[in-house]
C-alpha cells in the first residue's frame, strides 16, 4: 500500500523543488566524505579504497537513518503508512521525468537540437553537448527514476528503495571515468552497474511495450 500511495503522489505532485527533498541531502552527505576522502588520500589506490568505504557508509547511514525513521513511526500504523508512504514518494521521479522529457520534445517541435540537449541534460548525468540528434533521443533515464526503485522497493520495502538511490546517486556525481573521478567513484559505478543490471533490462522491455501502445 505505501508503494501504491507513494506512485500515486509521485504521479500528482512530482519532486518538491522547494522542500527538502531526502536525495539533496544524501547528495550533500557525499559531497562531504568526498571531500574527506581526497583530504586523506595520498595516492590513488588509497583514494579508491577511500571511494569504496565512502560506499559503505553513504549506504549504512541513509538505510540506517530510513530504518530508524520507520521504527519511530511504527507506535501507530496510520503513522507508519504516511511515514512510509512519503518515503517512497520521494524516491521516485516519474513526473519529473515527464515533465523534463517534453522539454526535449518541444525543443525538437522548434527545431532546437542546442535546446534538446540542454533540456536533456536534467535527465541523464552523462555529458550531453555532443550527442547526435539520435543520441538525444535514446538519452532515457526511466530505469533509474521509476523502474529500478520500484523494483527495490517491492523487494525490499522503501528502506531497499533509498539504499538503492544512494547508491545512484553517488553514481552520479563520482560515477565518471574522468581522471578526477576514476578512483574515487570507481566502486559506486561498479556498484551501480550491478543493481541496475536487471532493471535495466526490464526497463528496455517497457519501453518497447509503450511504443507499441502509444
Not at 11 to 36: A, C, M, N, V
Not at 67 to 90: E, R
Not at 158 to 165: A, L, M, N
Request: glycine share 8%.
Amino acid at each position: 500500500m505505501d508503494i501504491l500511495l507513494g506512485f500515486i503522489l509521485d504521479t500528482i505532485i512530482g519532486d518538491p523543488y522547494k522542500l527538502p527533498h531526502s536525495i539533496r541531502w544524501i547528495g550533500s552527505f557525499i559531497s562531504i566524505l568526498e571531500k574527506l576522502c581526497r583530504k586523506i588520500a595520498k595516492s590513488n589506490t588509497m583514494l579508491m579504497i577511500l571511494g569504496a568505504i565512502l560506499v559503505f557508509i553513504v549506504i549504512f547511514v541513509s538505510g540506517g537513518i530510513t530504518l530508524l525513521v520507520l521504527k519511530l513511526a511504527s507506535f501507530n500504523k496510520y503513522a507508519y503508512l504516511i511515514v512510509s508512504s512519503v518515503i517512497c514518494y520521494y524516491m521516485l521521479a516519474g513526473k519529473s521525468l515527464k515533465t523534463e522529457s517534453m522539454k526535449v520534445y518541444k525543443a525538437f517541435e522548434n527545431n532546437d537540437t542546442e535546446g534538446a540537449r540542454k533540456a536533456v541534460s536534467m535527465i541523464v548525468g552523462r555529458d550531453t553537448q555532443s550527442l547526435t540528434k539520435e543520441g538525444i533521443i535514446k538519452a532515457e533515464n526511466s530505469s533509474d527514476g521509476v523502474v529500478a526503485p520500484l523494483i527495490y522497493m517491492l523487494i525490499f520495502g522503501p528502506v531497499g528503495g533509498v539504499v538503492y538511490k544512494a547508491v545512484n546517486t553517488m553514481d552520479s556525481m563520482i560515477g565518471y571515468v574522468e581522471e578526477k573521478y576514476f578512483y574515487i567513484g570507481k566502486f559506486a559505478a561498479k556498484l551501480d552497474d550491478v543493481l541496475n543490471y536487471i532493471p535495466a533490462r526490464i526497463s528496455g522491455i517497457l519501453v518497447i511495450i509503450s511504443a507499441f501502445i502509444l
